[in-house]
């Protein structure tokens, strides 16, 4: 099976709501392209293994770098930000979403939808501290399975 392919059937079978047989068909592969460390990634989402996904969401997302490079793929980075929600760390979920405001995806889409729900359930003052980068324990609910392949 082509890695195309394989990548493929991984996200048909995320489609049908089995991310553990979707992650066995990944453990057979060998090759370790950047798109497929993702849909690993985006199995271990869904597994709630968040650690194991950010690992590897970071290393594939920031390649090295201190920064994000601008040729990141937009699923990749869409991707860490669901693991940085869904870990609780919001500051560095919503520096990326700063960076991709302008960009048109439904999965950004879903993401933007799922913070504003969460901004307008925080009392005036949590809302305030959100303006300047301080952002409540309190977890953001995502209306969707996390990531995507």
Known sequence: MTTNSKVDRVRDLLDQN???EAFRLLD??????????NARAVCLLRLGRLSDAVSILRDITFRGYMNMPDDTPLRF?????????????KDAA????????????PQADQLRNAIERWKKSLSPIARLCCRIGLYPKRPVTLDAPPGRV
């Open 94 to 105: 919503m520096t990326v979403m700063d960076r991709l405001a302008l960009e048109e995806d």
């Open 28 to 37: 057979h592969h060998v090759e370790e392209t950047p798109e497929v460390r």
């Open 18 to 20: 089995r991310p553990e």
């Open 77 to 89: 980075q869409l991707n860490f930000a669901t693991a940085m929600l869904m870990m609780n760390f």
